[in-house]
């Protein structure tokens, strides 16, 4: 089975609670509007209010999706204390956590290594890799109690293959690569599967950043992407972990 053209049903995700880091903007608002239309109650996390509150409202539109629910916090500034109050509220609302998804990052600049600026180098680090650490680590509770759990993190291609002037952004990429693969090997006897996922070129405010010269056309829209996040949210995908899989 090819999880790039995995097609499934309406009700794939039926009484999941699935928690989208970055859910304001490009891959992660496309996933959560797509997955609550198959019946997720997504838990909508970003650092706008007034672009949650949007999108929000885009899925309580949608015929049938169940109720979100948004989690506000700025993961370049968020101490522990922020993720406890996260997890104290993510614990009053949920009895159980099925999928999160760390799709949150930042671009940061594209230098070499040797012009890269230290202060961004910290930011893009923090925001891509400790901040997805921090965040798995208080849902982890919450993600034991559910019998078919599934964490997402997102890769690049430049995490795979290092690239110049990728500078930090690649950098934090293989860091993701190996956190999911760290925690896939610990959870290897539990029911939780842990797995990466490389979105490829899509057509977002990062990637025109990164490319502003390129025929924006051409790119893969958020929505062409999701078959492979269906799929390891779903309950197909029980027993997979310790994967890297492509989008695209
Ligand atoms: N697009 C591509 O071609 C491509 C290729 C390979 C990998 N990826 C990966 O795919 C994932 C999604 O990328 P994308 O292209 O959809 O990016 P995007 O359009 O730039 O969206 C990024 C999301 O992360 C949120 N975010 C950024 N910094 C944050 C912070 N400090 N606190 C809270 N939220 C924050 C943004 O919130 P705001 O809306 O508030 O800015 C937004 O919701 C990323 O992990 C990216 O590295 C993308």
Redesign the pocket.
Known sequence: MDHRTYTYPDNLLHDRVILI?????????ALAIHAAGHGAQVIL????VP?LEKIYDEIEAIDGAPRPSIAV??????DSDAYRTLADSLNDEFDHLDGLV??????GERFSIEQYDAAMWQQVMH??VT?AFALTQVCLPLLHKSDDASVIF?????GRQGKPFWGA?AVS?FATEGLSQVLASEQEHGKLRVNCI??????????R??YPAEDRDA?KR?EDVLPTYMYLLGPDSKGVTGQSLDAQ
């Open positions: 880091s970055g859910a304001t903007a490009g891959v992660g608002r996390h970003g650092r706008s672009k916090m700025d993961l370049a500034s968020a760390n799709n949150a990052s930042i671009l925001v891509n901040a997102t890769s690049s291609g430049v952004y990429k490389n979105p490829g070129a899509v057509r977002t405010e990062m990637r950043a990164a790119l958020p």
